[in-house]
C-alpha cells in the first residue's frame, strides 16, 4: 500500500488553480484545460475514508477512458488524451450544477427511499407494490443537485428549471443525451453478461457545446449486476450479486457508519484494503473484457508529474 494516491500537490506549466475532490485532484490549466487526477481515495456518504485502495484509481480512470471513447458519437466529451494511467486530460467546461442519475432498477438510494414510504423520487412517482432491485418499465432520471461541499441533494427537473439552475431546453437536452448514453452503456454491459443498474452523468459547457464530463460508467459512479443471477435472485429475495461500491456502504452500514454526525469510520484492516482492490479489479476485468495490468512504478507521483508535463 505504499504507492497508493492519497494526496497530490503538483505545480504544472500554466496552472492557474487546483480542486481537491472527494477522488479526484483537479489541475486548471490556463482557464482552458483540465488535468484530472483519479486518486485512489474512496468515499462513502459523502465521506472521505481514511485509506487509500491501491490501483483504484487507474481501474476508474481506465475504465471511464474505454466508455467516453464508447459514447463519443451521442454526446462530445471533455477529455483529450491520458497520458497516464491515473490521468485524463481534457477541455475546461462550465460544469452544470445538476447530476443526472438515471435508474434502470428499485435499488440502492431509490429502494431505501421506497422502503421508507415515499412514492415519489425527484418528481418521479413510484407505482405500489414494487420490490428492491425490481425493473423499471422504462429507467427513471432522478437528478441530484452538485453540492460543493456536504451532501448531493435530490432534485425534480421542475425545481431545476423553475430555481434557474438549468433552462428548461438545456435540460431536456441532457436527459436526451443521458437516456442515450444510459442505452449505449446496457448495450455494452450485456455484451459481458452484466447489468447496467444505474449511473450518473456530469455535463458542463465550453463554447456555447455541451460536453459529458467527468467519468462514466465506473464502481464510483454506476452499479451492475450479474445478468445471468439476477432472474432467481429477485424471484427468491435473495440479495443481487452485483459489481459496484455499494458493498463499501453496506460493510460501513453494518460497522454503525452512514456518514451522520458523531459517527466513526470503522477501522480500515490491510485486509479489508486488498478485499476492497480486488472488488474494483474484478470489476475492471469483467466490465471491460481486459485484464487488467497494475502499474507498480515505485514512484507513482514522479510518473504522473513527468507524463502531465511531457503531454502538456
Sequence with gaps: MNNTITKTNFNFPG??????????????????LLVMIVTDRISAFDVVLP??????GQVLNQLAEQF?????????????????????????????????????????????????????????SLTEGMKEHQKFDEPIITPS????????????KEEIVNQGIVSR??????????????QRGTEL?????????????????????????????????????YADEYKYRFDHDLPQKQLSKEFVREWLMENGFQGK????????????VNMVTE?????????????????????????IRENVVNAL
Design 189 to 225: 454491459a450485456a455484451e459481458r453478461g452484466l447489468i447496467l443498474v444505474d449511473t450518473k452523468y456530469e455535463f458542463g459547457k465550453k463554447d456555447g457545446q455541451i460536453y459529458l464530463i467527468d467519468e462514466i460508467h465506473t464502481p464510483d459512479s454506476s452499479r451492475y449486476f
Design 15 to 32: 496552472q492557474v488553480d487546483v480542486y481537491h475532490g472527494k477522488v479526484r485532484d483537479v489541475y486548471n490549466i490556463n482557464n482552458d
Design 51 to 56: 485509506k487509500g485502495i491501491p490501483y483504484k
Design 279 to 303: 472488488r474494483y479489479v474484478e470489476l475492471f476485468e469483467k466490465v471491460s473484457g481486459q485484464a487488467f495490468l497494475k502499474d507498480e512504478h515505485q514512484n507513482p507521483l514522479e510518473r
Design 261 to 272: 454526525e458523531n459517527q466513526q469510520v470503522p477501522e480500515m484492516t490491510a485486509e479489508f
Design 169 to 182: 431546453e438545456e435540460y431536456e437536452q441532457l436527459e436526451s443525451f443521458t437516456r442515450a448514453i444510459f
Design 68 to 124: 467516453l471513447t464508447a459514447t463519443e458519437d451521442i454526446v462530445p466529451n471533455w477529455r483529450i488524451s491520458s497520458p497516464d494511467p491515473n490521468v485524463t486530460i481534457g477541455h475546461h467546461c462550465t460544469p452544470f450544477k445538476v447530476e443526472m442519475v438515471i435508474r434502470g432498477y428499485l435499488t440502492g438510494h431509490a429502494w431505501r427511499t421506497y422502503k421508507s414510504g415515499a412514492r415519489t423520487l425527484c418528481g418521479v
Design 145 to 156: 443537485t452538485k453540492a460543493d461541499e456536504g451532501h448531493d441533494e435530490d432534485i425534480s
